[in-house]
C-alpha cells in the first residue's frame, strides 16, 4: 500500500510502539531491533504474542517470527515525492492443514485493516480503530 509519507516515518510507524499502538496492537514490551524478542499485546481481544525480530534494515525491511513459527515480513520502498510504498507477507502456514489456511485468510484481512490503519493515521493524524472493532463481540473488559 502506498503511504504518502516519507520512509523514515513510515517504518518508524512499525518500529516505535508508541506509533504502533495506535493502528495495531494495544501494548508493546518495546521497540523492535534485530535480535530482541518483544511481546505484543491485544488487550480488547484477551490475546497476546511474543515474536522474535530475526532481521531489521532501517527503512528497507523487518522480519519478525512469532511463536506458532509463522513469519511477517515488511518491506519498504521509497518512491517519489517523499511516499512509501509498504508490503506485509505473513507466510509459514501449514498449507495441508484447513485450519492454518483460514488463519491465513484471516490474517490478510487483518494486514489490510492494519496498513488502512497506518495510512488513516499518518496521512490524516485520524485513529480509526480498525483492530479493535472488527471483533466487538469477543472484546474483553479492561
Not at 519498504?76 to 483460514?102: C, Q
Request: with cysteine; net charge negative; aromatic share 14%.
Amino acid at each position: 500500500m502506498l503511504i504518502r509519507r516519507p520512509v523514515e516515518e513510515v517504518f518508524d510507524a512499525f518500529v516505535n510502539p508508541e506509533i504502533t499502538t495506535k493502528f495495531w496492537f494495544t501494548k508493546s514490551s518495546g521497540t523492535l531491533a534485530k535480535g530482541k524478542v518483544i511481546r505484543w499485546e491485544w488487550k480488547m481481544n484477551g490475546v497476546w504474542d511474543k515474536i522474535f525480530v530475526r532481521d531489521l534494515e532501517v527503512n528497507r525491511r523487518i522480519v519478525i517470527e512469532f511463536s506458532d513459527r509463522t513469519f511477517m515480513e515488511w518491506t519498504f520502498l521509497e518512491k517519489p515525492e517523499n511516499h512509501t510504498f509498504v508490503r506485509i507477507e505473513h507466510y509459514g502456514f501449514d498449507s495441508y492443514n484447513v485450519a492454518s489456511v483460514n488463519r491465513a485468510m484471516d490474517s490478510m484481512g487483518n494486514l489490510t485493516a492494519v496498513l488502512c490503519g497506518l495510512k488513516a493515521l499518518l496521512e490524516h493524524h485520524i485513529r480509526l480503530y480498525f483492530i479493535e472493532d472488527q471483533n466487538p463481540d469477543i472484546l474483553v473488559q479492561q
